[in-house]
């Protein structure tokens, strides 16, 4: 895996597709990859997920990152590696799914709260973090983990995050986010989320441009 900075929106945001059926994922994926985004996960407790995750593998999106969602056991992992994606989200800090996934060659983002779960995440071997859920301790807890995580660690603060929250967690040392019912819920149309979609990756690039800092590992 390559360490470079993170290019921007492209693989600094994660658009969450909880509810989604395979009949429309794909349409969806469309719309989302016009906008600008360029990883898409399909939660697991999500109607027959890994069919969804399958189209999305096949329909081969150039440079877009297919992931799974609420990952929480090995058996798991190996279904979302069969159906062909190439990253696991989890909403907990599971170092035997960390482990699995990494030995399959995928990309893991497991789920933490605090400087325990994060340095037990680091452990076992992720490099890209899950701050969830998000709303619950705000940017300034991420500021604090910040003064003791590896500058090369990459924390996605996810959960109750809209787009005018986006330049706070930015400034408290956030690499990228994951938006949920911000971005996608079952009842939205298309042309809603594609509005909403641009409206998360404008705000990004717009709170991100002046800031500078560490490289970071992109997800690959």
Partial sequence: ?????????????????????????????DVL???GLRIIEVPLNSPDPYASIAALADRRLPGCIIGAGTVLDLLQVRRTHEAGATLVV???????????????GMQVMPGFASATEAFSAI???ARHLKLFPAVSYGPR???????????????????????ADIPAWLTAGASGFGFGSELFRPDYSLADIERRARA?????????APLTGPATEKIA
């Fill in 123 to 125: 452990r076992a071997g």
């Fill in 141 to 163: 807890h991420l500021q604090a983990l910040r003064a003791v995580l590896p500058a090369e660690i990459n924390v996605y603060p996810v959960g109750g995050i809209g787009a």
């Fill in 90 to 104: 989890a909403p907990n800090c599971n170092a035997e799914v960390i482990g699995g996934a990494l030995q399959l």
């Fill in 33 to 35: 990859y016009q906008a």
């Fill in 200 to 208: 998360l990756v404008t705000a990004f690039r717009e709170a991100r």
């Fill in 1 to 29: 895996m390559q360490s470079t900075e993170l290019p921007g929106a492209e693989h600094a945001l994660v658009a969450i597709l909880r509810g989604v059926e395979p009949g429309r994922v794909v349409g969806i994926a």
